[in-house]
T-cell receptor, first 115, second 115 residues
Framework: DAGVTQSPTHLIKTRGQQVTLRCSPKSGHDTVSWYQQALGQGPQFIFQYYEEEERQRGNFPDRFSGHQFPNYSSELNVNALLLGDSALYLC??????????????FGEGSRLTVL | AQKVTQAQTEISVVEKEDVTLDCVYETRDTTYYLFWYKQPPSGELVFLIRRNSFDEQNEISGRYSWNFQKSTSSFNFTITASQVVDSAVYFCALIPRTGRRALTFGSGTRLQVQP
């Protein structure tokens, strides 16, 4: 049973560029959340997708957008990259029926470096 | 709004020593869940334990134990007889029982277990 998989694992971009990160949830899960983890910090919630719609959003600007596909996989897009966007981006999956019991299954993340 | 504080940035112990990781939280919600996650160098967040706010019974699971005290808003985690494989960053996190489905993480405690 595959867990949460993310791609790419590492990438380097320059300021102003755009990036797309991808996530496949754990088998059977229908909800995908994205978190940003800056170096030395805890993860910060970006947004959550369920039924192909953004359901919850943290304090991130509109440069951060996402998408969820019918197979529950998800993409995170970041436009006009800033140096401060350099971080580990973590995807987590869960079942909506579990509510806020919140046992999220995390992927190993995509490490983005912005130069 | 919620806040989770892990005052210990880094702890170094020698193998077989016991170690306690501290976590203090703030929330206006009357019911909520508390978590501990482990993050090894691979980056994936590994779920360790979930505790709900109306269950203050402490628990021991193998070498791990947890001390939840609602009166002091603390949820501390102890590893008994630490091992080198316990070396990782440990995060405490909180989510309200209802409402926004987003974990609020502390900044983490890096545990180094020396052989």
């Amino acid at each position: 049973d595959a867990g949460v998989t993310q791609s790419p694992t590492h990438l380097i971009k320059t300021r102003g560029q755009q990036v797309t990160l991808r996530c496949s949830p754990k088998s059977g899960h229908d909800t995908v959340s994205w978190y940003q983890q800056a170096l030395g910090q805890g993860p910060q919630f970006i947004f959550q997708y369920y039924e192909e719609e953004e359901r919850q959003r943290g304090n991130f600007p509109d440069r951060f957008s996402g998408h969820q596909f019918p197979n529950y996989s998800s993409e995170l897009n970041v436009n006009a990259l800033l140096l401060g966007d350099s971080a580990l981006y973590l995807c987590a999956s869960s079942l909506v029926q579990d509510g806020n019991t919140g046992e999220l299954f995390f992927g190993e993340g995509s490490r983005l470096t912005v130069l | 709004a919620q806040k989770v504080t892990q005052a210990q940035t880094e702890i170094s112990v020698v193998e077989k020593e016991d170690v306690t990781l501290d976590c203090v939280y703030e929330t206006r919600d009357t019911t909520y869940y508390l978590f501990w996650y482990k993050q090894p160098p691979s980056g994936e967040l590994v779920f360790l334990i979930r505790r709900n706010s109306f269950d203050e019974q402490n628990e021991i699971s193998g070498r791990y134990s947890w001390n939840f005290q609602k009166s002091t808003s603390s949820f501390n985690f102890t590893i008994t007889a630490s091992q080198v494989v316990d070396s990782a960053v440990y995060f405490c996190a909180l989510i309200p029982r209802t409402g926004r489905r987003a974990l609020t993480f502390g900044s983490g405690t890096r545990l180094q277990v020396q052989p």
